[in-house]
T-cell receptor
Framework: ETGVTQTPRHLVMGMTNKKSLKCEQH?????MYWYKQSAKKPLELMFVYSLEERVENNSVPSRFSPECPNSSHLFLHLHTLQPEDSALYLC??????????????FGAGSRLTVL | GQNIDQPTEMTATEGAIVQINCTYQTSGFNGLFWYQQHAGEAPTFLSYNVLDGLEEKGRFSSFLSRSKGYSYLLLKELQMKDSASYLCAVIDSNYQLIWGAGTKLIIKP
């Protein structure tokens, strides 16, 4: 148990479905992140919320939509996904400090399969 | 472009020592992380290096040479539970975190 909880752990969806991934952190951190992890590839940063402001990643398709209602909760809304979106989606949090090392605490991930 | 290179997979024997290398080419440098990720679990923080030299933490040590763009993670007295992926990540000049693809370490009895 890392203090970052992700649900669901596994999700199978069709290309026309709408679903959401949820992340909750109990560490009092002020920044939250969504990462995509595909086999044998580096982690891809999708979205960052730092001090409740969203930092965009322009390469993320609009079929992924983040929401951060407060500093403890983060959602990733999914709609009309493609099979290549199948991956492990990791949530992380940190105590953001621009001048230093932000050690990330990760959740165990949501394994997404798009049929 | 920015790049982090790590071996894809390594195999070692229980009780032995293994060194996992990481080389990087990034726009600036503000520190380097190592994370451990067991299959199906969250990546967890192992070490952070920002100055040259060796940082020791129990059975694990991490080394950094900024002039060579090189780091390694040294694992001693290997145990079966050390079977995991090891992720190297560098903070660049814009404080963005650049990740390697990870090294899968297999420990054999």
């Amino acid at each position: 148990e890392t203090g970052v909880t992700q649900t669901p752990r596994h999700l199978v969806m069709g290309m026309t479905n709408k679903k959401s991934l949820k992340c909750e952190q109990h560490l009092g951190h002020n920044a939250m992140y969504w990462y995509k992890q595909s086999a044998k590839k580096p982690l891809e940063l999708m979205f960052v919320y730092s001090l409740e402001e969203r930092v965009e990643n322009n390469s993320v398709p609009s079929r992924f939509s983040p929401e951060c209602p407060n500093s403890s909760h983060l959602f990733l809304h999914l709609h009309t996904l493609q099979p290549e979106d199948s991956a492990l989606y990791l949530c992380a949090s940190s105590q953001a400090d621009r001048a230093g090392a932000n050690v990330l605490t990760f959740g165990a991930g949501s394994r997404l399969t798009v049929l | 472009g920015q790049n982090i290179d790590q071996p894809t997979e390594m195999t070692a024997t229980e009780g032995a020592i293994v060194q996992i290398n990481c080389t990087y080419q990034t726009s600036g440098f503000n520190g380097l992380f190592w994370y451990q990720q067991h299959a199906g679990e969250a990546p967890t923080f192992l070490s952070y290096n920002v100055l040259d030299g060796l940082e020791e933490k129990g059975r694990f040590s991490s080394f950094l040479s900024r002039s060579k763009g090189y780091s390694y993670l040294l694992l001693k007295e290997l145990q079966m539970k050390d079977s995991a992926s090891y992720l190297c990540a560098v903070i660049d000049s814009n404080y963005q975190l650049i990740w390697g693809a990870g090294t899968k370490l297999i420990i054999k009895p």
